[in-house]
């Protein structure tokens, strides 16, 4: 599967899913997170400027959805007529399929590379967290897998829910483990720098050996 064939068969299931119920929403975000990830990397490729920024609103408002479905306190207007304005927009998305984009794996790959350097030098926990969750659906989208990725995402999604619920539900004055961060990251990136190696750019392995010296 081709990294633009990726991106459209999540924005098939995406249109597709028009439930509200908390696993609804759920799946939709993960869905739309994923043809995200290869059209904002291959955004050079296709042109498709309203696309991405339809869909980030659109994720912007699941976000607020799965919030207000897991931090209960955080339910403060009606969260199933929410639910139903932001699944009606979703058909604004229609036409927002990739056409064949040649190039598109080596441009997938420059931005994993590039992931990689950001996140080398990042410390801030919510920009290490989207490095690594983006890192993870670009190598999905290449044909390959990560359940290291996987489970560092899960991971630093509850760590999230968990200092969300205890500063806004428990009025708690929370810090994020920092020394876990810089676990987890240390081994993301161990994990990025596997992946990108056992493909067969070598321009890109390259970069990244000579990077590493």
Same mark, same amino acid.
């Given at each position: 599967?081709?990294?633009?064939?990726?991106?459209?068969?999540?924005?098939?299931?995406?249109?597709?899913?028009?439930?509200?119920?908390?696993?609804?929403?759920?799946?939709?975000?993960?869905?739309?997170?994923?043809?995200?990830?290869?059209?904002?990397?291959?955004?050079?490729?296709?042109?498709?400027?309203?696309?991405? @920024?339809?869909? %980030?609103? !659109?994720?912007?408002? $699941? /976000?607020?959805? &799965? #919030?207000?479905?897991?931090?209960?306190?955080?339910?403060?207007?009606?969260?199933?007529?929410?639910?139903?304005?932001?699944?009606?927009?979703?058909?604004?998305?229609?036409?927002?399929?990739?056409?064949?984009?040649?190039?598109?794996?080596?441009?997938?790959?420059?931005?994993?590379?590039?992931?990689?350097?950001?996140?080398?030098?990042?410390?801030?926990?919510?920009?290490?967290?989207?490095?690594?969750?983006?890192?993870?659906?670009?190598?999905?989208?290449?044909?390959?897998?990560? @359940?290291?990725? %996987?489970? !560092?995402?899960?991971? $630093? /999604?509850?760590? &999230? #829910?968990?200092?969300?619920?205890?500063?806004?539900?428990?009025?708690?004055?929370?810090?994020?483990?920092?020394?876990?961060?810089?676990?987890?990251?240390?081994?993301?990136?161990?994990?990025?720098?596997?992946?990108?190696?056992?493909?067969?750019?070598?321009?890109?392995?390259?970069?990244?050996?000579?990077?590493?010296?």
């Amino acid at each position: 599967m081709r990294p633009e064939e990726y991106a459209n068969f999540h924005l098939k299931n995406f249109l597709k899913n028009t439930g509200i119920l908390e696993k609804n929403i759920h799946d939709s975000r993960v869905d739309l997170r994923k043809y995200l990830a290869v059209a904002r990397s291959t955004y050079v490729l296709h042109g498709k400027a309203e696309c991405i @920024l339809k869909g %980030k609103k !659109i994720m912007k408002k $699941l /976000g607020k959805i &799965r #919030d207000m479905d897991v931090i209960t306190c955080l339910k403060t207007e009606d969260r199933d007529s929410l639910a139903v304005e932001v699944v009606k927009s979703f058909n604004t998305l229609e036409n927002c399929f990739l056409p064949k984009l040649y190039g598109s794996r080596i441009v997938i790959i420059k931005s994993l590379y590039n992931n990689y350097i950001k996140l080398l030098e990042e410390n801030d926990f919510h920009k290490i967290r989207k490095l690594i969750r983006e890192s993870r659906f670009l190598i999905d989208s290449l044909g390959y897998s990560s @359940l290291d990725l %996987k489970d !560092i995402s899960q991971e $630093l /999604g509850n760590m &999230r #829910d968990t200092y969300l619920f205890q500063t806004e539900c428990q009025n708690l004055q929370q810090k994020i483990d920092y020394e876990r961060l810089r676990e987890l990251k240390e081994k993301a990136l161990v994990e990025i720098r596997s992946q990108i190696m056992i493909t067969n750019f070598i321009h890109i392995k390259e970069l990244l050996t000579h990077h590493l010296k």
